[in-house]
């Protein structure tokens, strides 16, 4: 009994019809009798059955092959079994261009459509109009779909950025807080007016949950980033954070 498999792919079933179709040059060596024929021809049959459509099915079955006569000479035998080896040879084959020809065409459509979706995106990048140290650090990492460094290294230019912007050799949670602390910050929220303290312990929280929430998982890897609009939204929180600071002409004392 044939081994193919239910599930047997279109790719996997052209690779065991060539298999087929190179037996025909030993076949052909055999007697019209021999017990090898058989067999091949309902493995064709059982490949096809699984793993094509049943036009191609159905080309097989109505081949136009030749039958043996009761009454014929072993030559006649032979040349018609020659013939019929020759016949099914030739429908193989053209099943199998068939399919690898629309094989191709989908892979050329998927990869079209691949470079297509990459391009939008690498536009919707560009349209956001990150903070230019935002795009610095993860343009190329975003186009090249590396989207958890991305946002791993959008984050440290805020670090970095904040850390400029203050003076303070702190980082993660320690830094945001000690530099947007509501009772003594050294970056001020200068619109904040009569709820400065409020507002100054929200930016605050912002830049802390930042680095609590998005770096941390991301630097000890344990969230594997894939969505790459979750990751312009990430992108697009950091860069808020950084023309805040630059909005807020912060002087560093």
Do not use: C
């Amino acid at each position: 009994m044939d081994s193919t498999s239910r599930h047997i792919s279109k790719s996997k079933a052209i690779k065991r019809l060539k298999d087929l179709i190179d037996e025909i040059p030993r076949l052909r060596t055999l007697n019209y009798e021999n017990s090898e024929f058989g067999p091949w021809l309902a493995r064709i049959k059982n490949i096809l059955s699984l793993a094509f459509d049943d036009e191609d099915y159905q080309k097989l079955v109505n081949a136009k092959l030749r039958s043996d006569m009761r009454l014929a000479g072993d030559e006649v035998h032979q040349s018609n079994y020659q013939h019929n080896l020759t016949t099914l040879k030739t429908i193989l084959q053209s099943i199998i261009d068939k399919h690898e020809l629309s094989e191709t065409e989908t892979e050329r459509t998927s990869d079209t459509e691949r470079r297509d979706t990459d391009e939008q995106l690498i536009h919707l990048y560009d349209a956001i109009n990150f903070h230019p140290k935002i795009i610095n650090a993860s343009r190329a990492l975003f186009k090249n779909e590396h989207y958890a460094q991305a946002i791993f290294e959008a984050y440290k230019a805020v670090e970095n950025f904040v850390q400029d912007k203050s003076g303070s050799t702190l980082y993660g949670t320690n830094l945001m807080e000690t530099v947007f602390n509501e009772e003594n910050p050294i970056i001020k929220v200068p619109e904040a007016g009569h709820y400065y303290k409020e507002v100054q312990k929200g930016f605050k929280h912002l830049f802390m949950g930042a680095s609590q929430g998005i770096r941390n998982p991301k630097a000890h890897k344990e969230i594997i980033q894939k969505d790459p609009h979750i990751t312009l939204q990430y992108l697009g929180f950091f860069s808020f954070l950084l023309k805040r600071i630059d909005y807020w002409h912060t002087d560093v004392s």
